[in-house]
Nanobody, 113 residues
Framework: QVQLVESGGGLVQPGGSLRLSCAGS????????MRWDRQAPGKERTLVAF????????NYAESVKGRFTISRDNAKNTMYLQMNSLKPEDTAVYYC??????WGQGTQVTVSS
C-alpha cells in the first residue's frame, strides 16, 4: 500500500537548521508531484513548498522563501526539505503529501531557545 514516512524533525534553536525527509513506497514515486505542509497548534494546515514529479519546478510559501529548499531524489524515492534560519514561528508538525492523494503521519519541528 501507499506509504509516506517523514523523519528529521526535532528541537532546534532559532537560527538553526534541520533537514526533513519523506520516504515513499507502494507507488511510482517519480510520477507524482509532492509537497510539504505544516500545521501549527490551533491553526490550519498550510502549504510550505511544492515540487513537480521531475523536480524541475518548485514553489514556496512567502514566509519560507529564501530559507527553505525542497528537493527530491527519485532514485531513492525520497523528498527533502532543507530548513535554514529557523524561527519560532516555524514550529509545527510538518507533513509530506504525494499527488496520488496520500499524506504522511507528520514530524514535529520545534524552534525554541
Amino acid at each position: 500500500q501507499v506509504q509516506l514516512v517523514e523523519s528529521g524533525g526535532g528541537l532546534v534553536q532559532p537560527g538553526g537548521s534541520l533537514r526533513l525527509s519523506c520516504a515513499g513506497s507502494g507507488f511510482r514515486f517519480s510520477s507524482y508531484a509532492m509537497r510539504w505542509d505544516r500545521q501549527a497548534p490551533g491553526k490550519e494546515r498550510t502549504l510550505v513548498a511544492f515540487i513537480t514529479a521531475s523536480g524541475a519546478y518548485t514553489n514556496y510559501a512567502e514566509s519560507v522563501k529564501g530559507r527553505f529548499t525542497i528537493s527530491r531524489d527519485n532514485a531513492k524515492n525520497t523528498m527533502y526539505l532543507q530548513m535554514n534560519s529557523l524561527k519560532p514561528e516555524d514550529t509545527a508538525v510538518y507533513y509530506c503529501y504525494a499527488a496520488i492523494g496520500h499524506w504522511g503521519q507528520g514530524t514535529q519541528v520545534t524552534v525554541s531557545s
